[in-house]
């Protein structure tokens, strides 16, 4: 094909060419962005609705939270967990005389024994302890007092120099104080 046109004309038919293919090219790049602003809107009044909705719904839940029966219900709840509260403080601050007295069984000697045992509980959780009995020889009434003076959570031992006048046959008085 043979072009007769002048190179003047030539360039403006260029330049129209060129400003067509802008032109539709800006028109399909503003639609597209205009689909896209639109699409987001239609997503934000969804999302707006849905929060309303949801909004509605939890208000109405709210209400029924804070019927009568709910309110009564709740102070059930807050009495038992008062009550086991109470009990938790009672069991933790408990003495447990089984422990104790395994203690003390594991300090006597052999051939000892006890005839009375008491305990009172005294502040932070240390227990006075009274032990009297029988104790065979003086030996082993030392060796008990010993194992008593040895064992870490017996403090203050009173052990009177009354028990030891005897050589034999002793009858023994002992104090001291124990934690739990």
């Known amino acids: 094909m043979i072009n007769l046109l002048p190179p003047e004309e030539k360039t403006i038919l ?3 060419e060129r400003f067509k293919l802008i032109l539709i090219l800006g028109t399909v790049f503003l639609s597209a962005l205009l689909s896209l ?3 987001l809107f239609s997503i934000r009044i969804y999302i707006s609705s849905q929060t309303d909705s949801e909004k509605i719904i939890f208000e109405q839940e ?7 029966e709910f309110q009564e219900l709740q102070e ?20 447990y005389f089984t422990e104790i ?4 069984s594991g300090i006597l000697p052999s051939g000892t024994y006890l005839n009375s045992f008491y305990l009172k509980p005294l502040e932070g959780g240390v227990l006075d302890c009274t032990l009297s009995g029988f104790a065979p020889t003086s030996d082993i009434l030392l060796d008990f007092k ?4 040895t064992e870490k959570t ?9 028990n030891l006048v005897e ?11 124990i934690t739990k």
């Open 14 to 16: 260029i330049k129209e």
């Open 37 to 39: 602003i639109l699409i």
């Open 62 to 68: 709210e209400k029924k939270v804070k019927t009568a």
């Open 76 to 95: 059930k709840i807050t009495l038992a967990n008062k009550n086991l509260s109470n009990l938790n403080s009672f069991y933790q601050n408990q003495v």
């Open 101 to 104: 007295l395994k203690r003390i």
């Open 146 to 149: 010993k194992n008593l003076e």
């Open 154 to 162: 017996i403090k203050g031992t009173n052990f009177p120099l009354a």
């Open 167 to 177: 050589s034999k046959d002793i009858y023994f008085n002992v104090t001291f104080k």
